[in-house]
């Protein structure tokens, strides 16, 4: 049961281009800006983004470190601790990839993991996000 009771709330995501990371999470995944804001005493613009009941968290810091180029690769990004990606899930994954490459979109990794079709995609900043079918058990 853990120490307290909770349920996710948000993932937040440092981008080098607000503008363009919210239109590329609109444009793609289908989210939109629930709201605008900036933090002036970290220096940081915010944008929070809505999709159903999930939330990201956009922020733009002048200053801050590029992603790393290990972090753009699924197998690579293990080798650096902390967050790896954000998964999603969608009916179908390989016509989800294909239409993802049709508009423009990174493919970082098409496989098929136990029979199963997956893959992971790059949002406009190399951040991974990993595409499964609904309902593939994480375990069998």
Same mark, same amino acid.
């Given at each position: 049961?853990?120490?307290?009771?909770?349920? &996710?709330?948000?993932?937040?995501?440092?981008?080098?281009?607000?503008?363009?990371?919210?239109?590329?999470?609109?444009?793609?995944?289908?989210?939109?800006?629930?709201?605008? @804001?900036?933090?002036?005493?970290?220096? &940081? $613009?915010?944008?929070?983004? $809505? $999709? #159903? #009941?999930?939330?990201?968290?956009?922020?733009?810091?002048?200053?801050?470190?590029?992603?790393?180029?290990?972090?753009?690769?699924?197998? *690579? #990004?293990? @080798?650096?601790?902390?967050? $790896?990606?954000?998964?999603?899930?969608?009916?179908?994954?390989?016509?989800?990839?294909?239409?993802?490459?049709?508009?423009?979109?990174?493919? &970082?990794?098409?496989?098929?993991?136990?029979? *199963? &079709? @997956?893959?992971?995609?790059?949002?406009?900043?190399?951040?991974?996000?990993?595409?499964?079918?609904?309902?593939?058990?994480?375990?069998?």
């Amino acid at each position: 049961m853990g120490i307290v009771s909770f349920r &996710a709330h948000h993932m937040g995501l440092s981008v080098p281009n607000l503008d363009a990371a919210v239109k590329w999470y609109q444009d793609i995944l289908g989210f939109s800006v629930e709201k605008l @804001m900036e933090i002036p005493p970290i220096g &940081a $613009k915010i944008a929070w983004l $809505k $999709k #159903d #009941d999930f939330r990201i968290e956009l922020f733009e810091k002048e200053g801050a470190a590029p992603l790393p180029e290990d972090r753009k690769f699924p197998n *690579r #990004d293990l @080798m650096t601790h902390g967050w $790896k990606h954000l998964s999603i899930e969608v009916e179908d994954p390989k016509t989800a990839l294909a239409a993802f490459k049709a508009a423009g979109v990174e493919i &970082a990794m098409e496989n098929v993991v136990d029979g *199963r &079709a @997956m893959g992971f995609i790059r949002d406009n900043s190399g951040n991974l996000i990993e595409i499964n079918q609904i309902g593939t058990p994480l375990f069998e």
